[in-house]
């Protein structure tokens, strides 16, 4: 089925621009699932800034969506210490009353539509309107509680007509 509305394939490869407009398959294309082998929160939070920052390197403004205020400090502390010679420009935004204006950001609330390239989902609740983001990551770890949320996840994208891609670790 065409998008009524073709997204532009606009930000990097990596984080999902084909090249291609009004396919279908385009639409499922910027829509992924990452799978962890590990099992621990903090690989999955690991995994979303080293998709922050490949976001943002390709040209993305990226932001990692979250819960609490002690999961957005780790990924801050992940995002500062990534790598010893990277810096990447973040910021936490707690309300959208003072939205975020960095490259990166960690939000402890919905993102907009038009505000990011890239969203990455921590969260167990999927953003309203999901479907209308330009691409989207969702991490889930090898932990019976979040591959649980992870399911609901997909299920809910596929409502709107979406067949994430899924990167499934564990079976490597």
């Not at 609901?152 to 409502?159: E, G, K, N």
Request: aromatic fraction near 6%; include cysteine.
């Amino acid at each position: 089925m065409p998008e009524n509305n073709p997204v532009p394939a606009t930000g990097s490869p990596a984080a999902g621009g084909t090249g291609q407009k009004n396919l279908q398959e385009d639409k499922n294309q910027r829509y992924w699932f990452h799978i962890l082998l590990q099992d621990t929160p903090s690989a999955r939070h690991l995994h979303a800034s080293r998709l922050a920052n490949k976001a943002w390197q390709q040209g993305d403004r990226a932001c990692i969506v979250c819960d609490t205020e002690q999961q957005a400090e780790e990924v801050d502390e992940l995002l500062w210490n990534l790598t010893p010679d990277a810096f990447i420009p973040h910021s936490i935004a707690t309300s959208p009353d003072t939205p975020c204006t960095d490259p990166v950001g960690v939000l402890l609330y919905p993102p907009a539509i038009g505000d990011w390239d890239t969203v990455i989902i921590l969260s167990e609740n999927l953003p309203a309107h999901a479907d209308r983001f330009r691409r989207l990551a969702l991490i889930a770890h090898n932990d019976p509680a979040a591959l649980n949320q992870a399911r609901s996840h997909y299920r809910q994208l596929r409502t709107l007509g979406i067949e994430a891609r899924v990167y499934d670790q564990r079976k490597r």
